[in-house]
């Protein structure tokens, strides 16, 4: 009988220590304000979505899109430093920040790059400068094939153009692998950790990413969005698409990220291309936000001096 209940007992010890685990990893899920995400942004109806940016400054427009670890707000550092030159339009893309995040929305970067090459023509009206992070790589080459004449230039920060196929691809369907997404994107801690890998600094750059992830993850719709973005960037063929974009690209590397080499790029220089290359010292992921100087240093850089060499 005592046995029994010694067992009973470190049974219930155990139940109680992992319910305590849980809930300091999984924190509050009360829901929030979709606007706590940005507090003075615009909306515009673009192909029938509702898309949120945030407009700042006075001269020629330059559009900022975030990859699938960021939102408009992730921006912030570094259109404060060009708005005193630019017209800074912060653009959360369609599945991001507080923009739509229709279920049955087609988040395939030629269909991204349609509908940001429309919020060009309906809300910029006149061609632009384009930096796009990260993912957000892939939708900024299709805009630029699809209407090349509304970008003066592009800037690819840390471009993902596509991913490998693997786990990923076998359980994205799954209801296990939708809810394990949404526990890591419910813990502000296992995002800080995972954000802190990516970034060489971690104590600024990632925890901005972390805490734009967390919000973003309590919008409905993020997480199946967030998924959908990842399959479509698993079938998508990059090296192709640059190959064919007319409009002068600068790409930005952080020496440190994990993630993106300079190296697999390296092939579009032979062929005569308008490329200019910067790979950035104690730079990870996240350049935009670990060294927003130095990105607001390239863009405001003439065009003409794109065609330098590469940077080491």
């Not at 020629?60 to 975030?66: F, G, H, N, R």
């Not at 890591?184 to 995972?194: A, E, N, Q, W």
């Not at 079938?235 to 698409?241: K, L, P």
């Not at 974009?245 to 220089?269: M, N, Q």
């Amino acid at each position: 009988m005592i046995g029994n209940l010694a067992r009973a007992a470190v049974a219930a010890g155990a139940v109680a220590a992992l319910r305590m685990l849980y809930r300091a990893l999984r924190q509050d899920r009360t829901p929030i304000p979709e606007r706590a995400l940005v507090s003075d942004g615009d909306y515009a109806r673009v192909s029938g979505l509702e898309i949120h940016f945030r407009r700042e400054g006075t001269g020629p427009p330059i559009v900022l899109a975030p990859g699938m670890l960021g939102s408009a707000q992730t921006w912030a550092p570094l259109s404060e430093l060009l708005r005193d030159s630019f017209t800074v339009y912060s653009v959360d893309p369609p599945g991001s920040g507080l923009s739509d995040k229709p279920n049955d929305l087609d988040y395939s970067p030629a269909a991204q790059g349609k509908l940001l090459s429309c919020f060009v023509d309906e809300v910029c009206r006149e061609p632009v400068i384009l930096v796009a992070a990260s993912t957000a790589a892939a939708t900024a080459i299709e805009a630029a094939l699809i209407s090349p004449e509304n970008f003066k230039r592009i800037v690819l920060i840390s471009p993902v153009l596509d991913l490998p196929n693997g786990p990923v691809a076998l359980s994205r369907n799954s209801w296990g692998f939708a809810r394990a997404f949404d526990f890591v994107l419910s813990s502000r801690r296992i995002l800080g950790g995972i954000m802190g890998r990516l970034a060489v600094d971690p104590s600024a750059a990632a925890d901005t990413i972390a805490d734009s992830l967390y919000l973003q993850a309590r919008t409905p719709g993020y997480v199946k969005a967030l998924i959908a973005t990842i399959d479509e960037l698993q079938n998508h063929d990059w090296r192709g698409s640059l190959d064919r974009v007319a409009v002068p690209l600068t790409i930005v590397f952080g020496a440190g990220d994990p993630i993106v080499r300079s190296s697999a790029f390296r092939t579009l220089t032979k062929n005569g291309r308008s490329i200019r290359f910067s790979v950035l010292p104690r730079c990870g992921h996240f350049p935009e936000l670990e060294c927003p100087n130095r990105i607001a240093a390239l863009i405001r850089m003439p065009t003409g001096e794109d065609t330098s060499p590469a940077e080491e």
